[in-house]
């Protein structure tokens, strides 16, 4: 019966989502595909509200292609959104984030090669147009080995999940 309910609400999100990137709005989010869902979860209205009792979703979303956030609301009864903010996104990045850039950095044979034995990363922040679109998500990776200057940094495009600069330790 868990399992039931499990995919029911997968379901309702995979709707909820779908209705907001059909939204006239978001089709450039959807023909980029560059995003990260955060949160997709139900909302709960209580009355005197006109909302309550319909199936809501809250739904929070990075659009890397031009580092924005979205916050929507989905009434899934109608079909249609109830709310749509769009805002720059937040400088600091998701745990996720931190995690696709460092894999992406790792993944870049140019970064394997730069760095040395017993390099790791010392930092990942995110960074704006730094080697990357000017409007792309992207993070900067530095790795160095402990309590030590740093060797190199990647510059990651979270959009394009690629490295687009890698600045040696000489130019840190």
Do not use: W
Not at 88 to 96: H, Q
Not at 135 to 149: D, E, W, Y
Request: glycine share 6%.
């Amino acid at each position: 019966m868990a399992a039931m309910s499990r995919v029911a609400a997968r379901d309702e999100a995979d709707e909820a989502l779908h209705i907001l990137l059909a939204d006239e709005m978001m089709r450039s989010i959807a023909r980029g595909g560059c995003y990260r869902v955060r949160v997709n979860d139900r909302l709960g209205v209580e009355s005197p509200d006109p909302q309550a009792g319909r199936r809501l979703r809250f739904i929070d979303l990075v659009d890397y292609a031009s580092d924005r956030e979205v916050t929507a609301c989905v009434d899934l009864d109608r079909s249609t959104l109830t709310s749509l903010r769009c805002r720059p996104a937040e400088a600091r990045l998701a745990p996720a984030e931190e995690a696709d850039a460092l894999s992406v950095a790792l993944a870049d044979r140019r970064v394997a090669a730069g760095i040395a034995l017993g390099d790791r990363p010392q930092s990942i922040v995110r960074v704006g147009g730094a080697g990357a679109e000017p409007h792309h998500r992207s993070a900067a990776v530095t790795f160095g080995a402990p309590r030590s200057t740093p060797s190199l940094v990647a510059i990651v495009d979270l959009a394009r999940r690629a490295v687009t600069k890698i600045l040696p330790h000489e130019s840190i």
